[in-house]
Structures are given as C-alpha cells and as structure tokens.
Antibody
Framework: EVQLVESGGGLVQPGRSLRLSCAVSGFTFDDYAMHWVRQAPGKGLEWVSSISWNSNYIGYADSVKGRFTISRDNAKSSLYLQMNSLRAEDMALYYC???????????????WGRGTLVTVSS | DIQLTQSPSSLSASVGGRVTITCRASQSIISYLSWYQQKPGKAPKLLIFGASSLQGGVPSRFSGSGSGTDFTLNISSLQPEDFATYYCQQGYISPPTFGQGTRVEIK
C-alpha cells in the first residue's frame, strides 16, 4: 500500500525550530520529486518547498526562504523539512506530497500524506 | 507570482447534476494546470493534470479543459462523494500557486 506519513508537528514558540519528517512506503521513493505544502486552519493550500529525486534541485516559497530547509534520505525513503525561526504565520497543517515526475518542473502532486499540524504560539 | 482565481467560490448542486468550476490565471500557463479535490479533514487528491489528463483511478465523470489563461473542471453527474472543495494549481512557473478553492455543497 502506498503511504506517506508525516510526523514531527506540535506546539512551538515563535522563533524556535521544528523538524518535520515524511516516511514513504509503497513506491520507489528515489524515482520522484517530493514536496511540502501547507494549509493554515480554514484556509487554502500553499506550496512550501520542493526537492528533486537526487536533491540537486530545490525550491522554496519566498515566505520560508532562508528559514526552512528541505532534504531527503533516499536510503530511508524519507523527506524532511527543517523549520527555523518559526512565526505565527507558519502555523498550518503541513502535507508531504509526491510528484508524478523525478523533477518538479510541472508540480503535479499525485499522492499526499494526511499532514502534521504545526502550532506556533507563545 | 501567477494568481489563480476560481469561480464560483461556492456552489450548491444536486446529486446527478452537472457542475462547472472555472479557474483563470493572471497570465498564460499553457496547459500546466492541475485540479485537486479535498474533503473535510482529508488530504487533497489529484484529479486532473496537464489541464485535461485524468489521474489514474479518478472517475470519468470528472473532466478538465482549457489552455492559456482559462480552465474548467466539469463533473458530469454529481455523486454524494463529490461534495468537497476543489482547487486548481498552476505548474508553469515557480512558485506553483493554487486557486482559493471552490466549495461544492449539497442542494
């Protein structure tokens, strides 16, 4: 069964850090680009970051650039998002998603996890 | 950034009815548009990619069309499980952006 399972969310104070993980099973992880997309409570979808299959290409939304770092470990079939200097506006449900392709040149996200909730509050 | 505007923001429809949702881009995105369905408390699900290609496993009552700046998602015969929020998303230029969503409710 194909699964993407996010973890690592929780309550964190503004300015602190959090590391999200996404464990993948059921498909060949290192064949595909991967993404993080977030959704603030009651709001729409916002792309956060993408990484190609070989980590050679990485992209970030301007809102997180310089604070968040995406990475992957193909040997562990896992995707990560290191989030530093968290702000109230980063509070959201963070989804891990798989691309249809090895590179994210068209951003077709064909499989999504159930998300992990990040709450930023003092 | 490319802005996507969906219309309507919400609609009410009956089971068996036909639904049309439009997505307009602020500039041409050729045909690099996807449609997603999201049910409450669930992750989004890819329905259509490349403006008109049906993702595997998605019922054929869903169809997409359009190119350039104007795109349409059609649901030919609405089923109870189709009541959800639908998002368009462009993949032409980074950053990929989403429309604000269209909520489809039961009439």
């Amino acid at each position: 069964e194909v699964q993407l399972v996010e973890s690592g969310g929780g309550l964190v104070q503004p300015g602190r850090s959090l590391r999200l993980s996404c464990a993948v099973s059921g498909f060949t992880f290192d064949d595909y680009a991967m993404h993080w997309v977030r959704q603030a409570p009651g709001k729409g979808l916002e792309w956060v970051s993408s990484i190609s299959w070989n980590s050679n290409y990485i992209g970030y939304a301007d809102s997180v650039k310089g604070r968040f770092t995406i990475s992957r470990d193909n040997a562990k079939s896992s995707l990560y998002l290191q989030m530093n200097s968290l702000r109230a506006e980063d509070m959201a449900l963070y989804y891990c998603a798989k691309d249809r392709n090895s590179y994210f040149y068209r951003w077709y996200l064909d499989l999504w996890g159930r998300g992990t909730l990040v709450t930023v509050s003092s | 950034d490319i802005q996507l505007t969906q219309s309507p923001s919400s609609l009410s429809a009956s089971v068996g009815g036909r639904v049309t949702i439009t997505c307009r881009a602020s500039q041409s995105i050729i045909s690099y548009l996807s449609w997603y369905q999201q049910k409450p408390g669930k992750a989004p699900k890819l329905l259509i990619f490349g403006a008109s290609s049906l993702q595997g496993g998605v019922p054929s009552r869903f169809s997409g069309s359009g190119s350039g700046t104007d795109f349409t998602l059609n649901i030919s015969s609405l089923q109870p499980e189709d009541f959800a929020t639908y998002y368009c998303q462009q993949g032409y230029i980074s950053p990929p952006t989403f429309g604000q969503g269209t909520r489809v409710e039961i009439k």
